[in-house]
């Protein structure tokens, strides 16, 4: 296997220029593999990355369906609430515990309740 050494370099001996050939050849495979591995690193950071987005994104899916069908239990409720104020204000009008004037005299309620029932 023959070398050729470069023009300039003829003045160092032969086994020095192979030396540095050799340990510039080191330098360029450590080089090499450092990079490998940043590469890897990367592209393992940016996997990670991607997961933790996509498991927040599908959290925040969960959260704005369990958000909208709370808004439409509230909705539910609010009419609900409404329908049975309504009922109870037309209660009120007919009711004939609400209209006894015996509500306004101070002795124990169960006697209060039974003097207005009609007989």
Do not use: W
């Not at 899916?61 to 069908?69: P, R």
């Not at 909705?75 to 015996?102: N, Q, R, W």
């Amino acid at each position: 296997m023959s070398c050729a050494v470069p023009a300039g370099i003829s003045a160092l001996p032969r086994e020095v220029f192979l030396a540095d050939v050799f340990q510039s050849q080191e330098e360029d495979d450590r080089k090499v593999r450092r990079r490998e591995k940043n590469r890897v690193a990367a592209q393992r950071s940016r996997k990670k990355q991607t997961q933790k987005a996509d498991k927040l994104h599908e959290e925040y899916e969960s959260l704005e369906q369990e958000n909208t069908s709370l808004k439409r239990e509230i909705g539910k409720l609010t009419d609900e609430m409404k329908h049975l104020s309504e009922v109870l204000k037309d209660h009120e009008k007919i009711c004939p515990l609400l209209h006894c004037t015996m509500n306004f005299v101070t002795i124990p309620r169960p006697d209060a309740l039974a003097s207005c029932l009609p007989r």
